[in-house]
């Protein structure tokens, strides 16, 4: 699986935009870029995938460099409940839901109020 | 809406001892996986299953032992726990439909061996 990068820590103010970013310079072109979230003490959540073009739902919007080398995920108001582990994950899709999740040590979110 | 549940959330166990953790779903997907969380390296996958009687080896298999007879359940047994082994147990399951490719987690098991 390729790699990510991301920061290991961001911090940000309740209410206020943030912006995750993530490094993948050695995707394929066709792997999805995934997001997922730890809550502390709580297992792992999907929050989001896409694949070249940018993607919102309900809990955020994931930005997609036109390169694909990079994304950035987007919480538009944080709030306290944001405060967790993101995770950027990339997911070939041919297999179809059987690979196992690969997971880095993403970036620990703290939001102050 | 579907769940996935894990039992207990809380053990503690003596080295030596055989321990199984629970894991059910009602979503009737097909994959399911266990992976364990220590400070410092993250989850790492254990042993995964694509259907009912078919299992497959992860990145840190040695020391645990699963079945999945029936489509729902995949428990996790530590056959001899050793101290090495305190963590936590997350599983997860997984649609197989193509574009469906997302995992849904249980709340975890945090196991400790003494």
């Known amino acids: 699986d390729a790699k990510t990068t991301q920061p290991n820590s961001m911090e940000s103010n309740e209410e206020e935009p943030v912006h995750l970013p993530c490094n993948h310079s050695t995707i394929s072109g066709t792997d999805y870029i995934h997001w997922y979230r730890q809550l502390p003490s709580q297992g792992p959540e999907y929050v989001i995938h896409g694949l070249t073009s940018n993607v919102n739902n309900r809990m955020a919007s994931l930005a997609i460099a036109e390169d694909r080398k990079s994304s950035t995920l987007i919480l538009h108001r944080a709030t306290l409940r944001d405060a967790a582990v993101y995770y950027c994950?990339?997911?070939?899709?041919?297999?179809?839901?059987?690979?196992?999740?690969?997971f880095g040590k993403g970036t620990r979110l703290s939001v102050i109020a | 809406d579907a769940g996935i549940t894990q039992s207990p959330r809380y053990k503690i166990t003596e080295t030596g001892r055989q321990v199984t953790l629970m894991c059910h779903q009602t979503w009737s997907h097909s994959y399911m996986f266990w992976y364990r969380q220590d400070l410092g390296h993250g989850l790492r996958l254990i042993y995964y299953s694509a259907a009912a009687d078919i299992t497959d080896k992860g990145e840190v298999p040695d020391g645990y032992v699963v079945s999945r007879s029936k489509t729902e359940n995949f428990p996790l047994t530590l056959e001899s726990a050793t101290r090495s082994q305190t963590s936590v147990y997350f599983c997860?399951?997984?649609?197989?439909?193509?574009?469906?490719?997302?995992?849904?987690f249980g709340a975890g098991t945090r196991l400790s061996v003494l």
């Open positions: 997860a399951s997984s649609e197989t439909s193509v574009g469906k490719n997302i995992q849904y």
């Open positions: 994950i990339l997911r070939p899709p041919r297999h179809s839901g059987n690979t196992p999740l690969v």
